[in-house]
């Protein structure tokens, strides 16, 4: 039988990438997406053409309210096009980027941050339990800002620094249902990502390059194939860990 990974945010760039890569390891997949429903559906009929199944849900992660009946939803998809009552992987990718000094961040811009990338992770995560099978994963995408600072990334870093100590009492909680959970922490990779500041702009490309032991910043294909590995059977004892995928940034 196929595992079957959810992965939010996966209608583009890193979340694009995974679902892809999961699927070409052998898996099914359910990507979320928050507005870009085209892109969602273009990843879903690439993961198709593979021979895999696949869809494509709604979900805004900044919003718990919308965690309950995407469960349900989630829950009917399951039983319609798999026959399963249960999903078999987490990937907590979805995000967005708000580059702001600490003096001049707004609470808004805060709270957003807050949202998606903490508040949303937990309470999502919680929302799905019933339906992840024991034995299961779940991997919770942080940032190699957690590790080296960056002005203006502030608030961003401390909402990622707050899901890998969350991805530890995840792995300690869920630990007697044989569900390992650990953080996966991409360096600057270049995507669409923060309006597409490291891809877009040569000179801060050229900073983080010159930051990095392999001479360059990294592209998703650095870091998609490397989670869905995560997933894979070989890599069953791996738990708790924050493993940084950055080419050697800063050390």
């Known amino acids: 039988m196929s595992k079957i990974a959810i992965v939010t945010g996966g209608s583009r760039g890193l979340g694009k990438n995974t679902a892809l890569n ?43 309210a919308a965690f309950k009946p995407f469960a349900a939803e989630l829950k009917g998809l399951l039983q319609q096009h798999w026959q399963r009552a ?25 709270d957003s941050l807050v ?22 994963r779940i991997v919770n995408i942080s940032s190699g800002l957690t590790r080296v600072s960056y002005p203006g990334y502030g608030a961003y870093a401390a909402a990622k ?42 000179d801060l490309n050229r900073a983080f390059a010159a930051m990095t032991a392999l001479g360059r910043v990294g592209v998703p294909d650095d870091i998609g194939p490397m989670i869905a590995s995560l997933l894979s059977d070989s890599n069953r004892w791996i738990n708790a860990q924050r493993i940084e995928v950055s080419g050697g940034q800063a050390i």
């Open 22 to 64: 999961i699927a070409r390891a052998g898996g099914d997949v359910i990507v979320t997406y928050h507005s870009r429903r085209e892109e969602a559906e273009a990843v879903v009929a690439e993961i198709a053409a593979m021979g895999r199944k696949a869809a494509a849900l709604q979900l805004d992660t900044g919003d718990t």
């Open 86 to 110: 249960s999903f078999d992987h987490l990937v907590n990718n979805a995000g967005h980027g708000d580059y702001a000094l600490i003096e001049d961040t707004t609470e808004a811009q805060f």
């Open 115 to 136: 949202n998606v990338h903490f508040k949303g992770v937990y309470f999502l995560t919680q929302a799905l339990l019933p339906l992840l099978a024991d034995g299961g």
């Open 161 to 202: 620094a707050a899901v890998e100590v969350l991805s530890v009492y995840m792995a300690k909680e869920l630990g007697a249902r044989g569900i390992a959970v650990n953080t996966v922490a991409p360096g600057a990779i270049e995507t669409d990502f923060g309006g597409g500041a490291v891809r877009d702009n040569p």
